[in-house]
């Protein structure tokens, strides 16, 4: 109790020391206030639980809609930030700049590299460079394209499980359910070659502390905003004994479950790698390991590494919670976005399964090279990616002062246009990934229209023009720059594996209570008037005959 006691104490000044920072930190981000957008709703949180919280889809279509492409919010305590979607901005932010000015934000790191350890997440600048230059061959098409094998047999595995929850007739099922277990299935069998038996509804161990990780976080998500400086004033065995008897839930939750999660990934880690040490290239032929997983790949290109580019054990152990923790929930509810758009337009449902019906094997399976050129396919994952991105924004904060230049000039507060904007260090800017994904001006008045039929033939000259940052399709729903997502390839294979074997067995429409989507961390299915925190997509499912 003493140490608390202590602790607490310690507390007063470090407070009163944040309390100062927040506010110098208002009084620099003054220029900003230039930037018109919505009026404040609450001197503590600004416009933060419109933005995120409950009708935050709503709400950002809204000021979208008023504001344009660069929209001036209100953040912490009077602090102003930038939600933006100029092409030209986003250039400087995600490619230009990216380095040197705009990282992601120091609360987001430091919580990622106490919880998950120091991987992709946690990682910046020149460091994170090092880090993606061992880690982006892992992901190169001929490494994903080994695991389709294991995706496809994982989906038919989640066949036979629907198969017979329908016995011979139509039931509602909750989609949602059987596809996050079949996404934490597909990344940690081809993340670890390891599975948690997550198709069979195993909630133990690894599975349920993956689950339960984000809205654990979430519920510190003001509090994380303190960590980076916690952690610069105090050690880390203080912390470490604070965080395990704190009479706070959510703050033992998050180390019960980041301590779960790093004894697991250590374990199947150590194995492998003695493995590998003893046997070398020997041991890929057995052991009953699936050797094609990227933790494998990884292992190999590690050793094999000039000594300059390779990564510390706990660097590279760290990547396995990161690419489960990143790559689960996001492929989940986009497939569920999928179905639910083909539930509401049946029309493109059978039309996607007569495209499928010509080349489609054994339970629906499609050869590798068949499935990437399936045009109807293709456009209806397009178009569902990038009307409904699963992460709406992400957020970036100035290290330096910088002027941001814009491909439109908008009009400020007083009416006059402006070509560019001073943007001072400590500025927090989100990436309106939502915003360039559904911009009139690049994508033409039916933008905010869910047509795949656009992509079967030229798009307009508006989308090349705009110069779209983005690694997908000239969308953001991947990101762009050397932060963009490590995975999307996978999650675009893993898309296509699980939509062609399930459409060729089962037909999928809407259910009679009304199907919501709330913004969390991700943006997920609900049903509507439901009060429970956890996704749901109940669709009727029924046999193709
Ligand atoms: C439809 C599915 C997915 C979507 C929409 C998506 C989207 C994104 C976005 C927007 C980012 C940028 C986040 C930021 O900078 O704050 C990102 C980063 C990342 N994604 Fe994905 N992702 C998906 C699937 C996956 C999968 C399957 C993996 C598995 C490996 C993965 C691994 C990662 C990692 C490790 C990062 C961090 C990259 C870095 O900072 O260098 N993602 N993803």
């Given at each position: 109790m003493n140490v608390l006691s202590t602790f607490f104490k310690a507390?007063?000044?470090?407070?009163?020391?944040?309390?100062?920072?927040?506010?110098?930190?208002?009084?620099?981000?003054?220029?900003?206030?230039?930037?018109?957008?919505?009026?404040?709703?609450?001197?503590?949180?600004?416009?933060?639980?419109?933005?995120?919280?409950?009708?935050?889809?709503?709400?950002?279509?809204?000021?979208?809609?008023?504001y344009g492409r660069v929209?001036?919010?209100?953040?912490?305590?009077?602090?102003?930030?930038?939600?933006?979607?100029?092409?030209?901005?986003?250039?400087?932010?995600?490619?230009?700049?990216?380095?040197?000015?705009?990282?992601?934000?120091?609360?987001?790191?430091?919580?990622?590299?106490?919880?998950?350890?120091?991987?992709?997440?946690?990682?910046?600048?020149?460091?994170?460079?090092?880090?993606?230059?061992?880690?982006?061959?892992?992901?190169?098409?001929?490494?994903?394209?080994?695991?389709?094998?294991?995706?496809?047999?994982?989906?038919?595995?989640?066949?036979?499980?629907?198969?017979s929850e329908l016995g011979n007739g139509a039931k509602e099922l909750d989609m949602s359910e059987y596809l996050g277990r079949l996404a934490l299935e597909s990344i940690s069998q081809a993340g670890m070659g390891h599975s948690f038996r997550s198709l069979e509804g195993n909630d133990a161990g690894y599975g349920a502390a993956l689950k339960s990780f984000v809205p654990a976080a979430a519920r510190l998500h003001v509090w994380r905003l303190f960590l980076p400086y916690v952690t610069q004033t105090f050690p880390p065995t203080l912390l470490r004994f604070v965080a395990e008897n704190v009479p706070w839930r959510a703050v033992r939750a998050v180390v019960e479950i980041s301590d779960t999660m790093h004894v697991t990934t250590k374990e199947i880690w150590a194995q492998k790698k003695a493995l590998y040490t003893r046997d070398g290239d020997k041991v890929m032929a057995g052991h009953g390991i699936d050797w094609k997983d990227i933790m494998s790949i990884l292992i190999k290109a590690n050793l094999e590494a000039p000594e300059a580019d390779r990564l510390p054990d706990d660097e590279l152990l760290a990547q396995m919670t990161t690419f489960l923790l990143a790559g689960t929930d996001t492929t989940s509810t986009a497939l569920c976005r999928i179905l639910h758009v083909l539930a509401l337009h049946q029309d493109a449902q059978e039309k996607l399964r007569e495209e499928l019906a010509t080349v489609a094997g054994e339970y629906g399976k499609v050869e590798h090279d068949t499935l990437r050129d399936l045009p109807y396919l293709e456009a209806v994952c397009?178009?569902?990616?990038?009307?409904?991105?699963?992460?709406?924004?992400?957020?970036?904060?100035?290290?330096?002062?910088?002027?941001?230049?814009?491909?439109?000039?908008?009009?400020?507060?007083?009416?006059?246009?402006?070509?560019?904007?001073?943007?001072?260090?400590?500025?927090?800017?989100?990436?309106?990934?939502?915003?360039?994904?559904?911009?009139?001006?690049?994508?033409?008045?039916?933008?905010?229209?869910?047509?795949?039929?656009?992509?079967?033939?030229?798009?307009?000259?508006?989308?090349?023009?705009?110069?779209?940052?983005?690694?997908?399709?000239?969308?953001?729903?991947?990101?762009?720059?050397?932060?963009?997502?490590?995975?999307?390839?996978?999650?675009q294979l893993e898309m296509k594996v699980v939509l062609s074997q399930l459409l060729s067995s089962f037909r999928f429409a809407l259910p009679e209570r009304e199907i919501i989507w709330r913004q969390g961390a991700i943006i997920t299915p609900s049903v509507k008037g439901s009060d429970?925190?956890?996704?749901?997509?109940?669709?009727?499912v029924t046999l193709v005959k």
């Open positions: 507390l007063v000044p470090f407070v009163v020391f944040v309390v100062y920072k927040l506010v110098q930190r208002a009084w620099r981000l003054h220029p900003l206030k230039r930037i018109p957008g919505p009026p404040s709703a609450s001197f503590v949180t600004g416009n933060f639980s419109q933005w995120f919280g409950d009708g935050a889809i709503e709400f950002r279509k809204a000021m979208s809609e008023r929209i001036g919010l209100n953040g912490l305590l009077g602090a102003k930030i930038l939600a933006i979607s100029d092409p030209l901005a986003l250039q400087d932010i995600l490619v230009k700049y990216h380095v040197d000015v705009f990282d992601e934000a120091k609360y987001f790191l430091e919580f990622n590299r106490v919880a998950i350890g120091p991987g992709l997440l946690a990682s910046s600048g020149q460091h994170h460079r090092k880090q993606r230059k061992l880690l982006n061959p892992a992901f190169s098409t001929a490494n994903i394209r080994r695991l389709v094998p294991t995706l496809q047999s994982i989906t038919v595995h989640l066949q036979e499980i629907l198969r397009r178009e569902t990616l990038r009307l409904y991105p699963p992460a709406p924004l992400v957020q970036r904060d100035a290290q330096e002062d910088h002027i941001l230049p814009l491909a439109h000039a908008i009009a400020d507060v007083d009416g006059e246009l402006v070509t560019e904007i001073f943007v001072p260090r400590g500025a927090t800017v989100l990436v309106n990934i939502e915003g360039v994904n559904r911009d009139p001006g690049i994508w033409g008045p039916d933008a905010m229209e869910w047509r795949p039929e656009r992509w079967l033939s030229p798009l307009p000259n508006s989308v090349a023009d705009a110069r779209v940052p983005g690694i997908y399709a000239n969308t953001l729903t991947f990101l762009g720059g050397t932060r963009a997502c490590i995975g999307y390839m996978f999650a429970s925190n956890r996704p749901q997509l109940p669709l009727r």
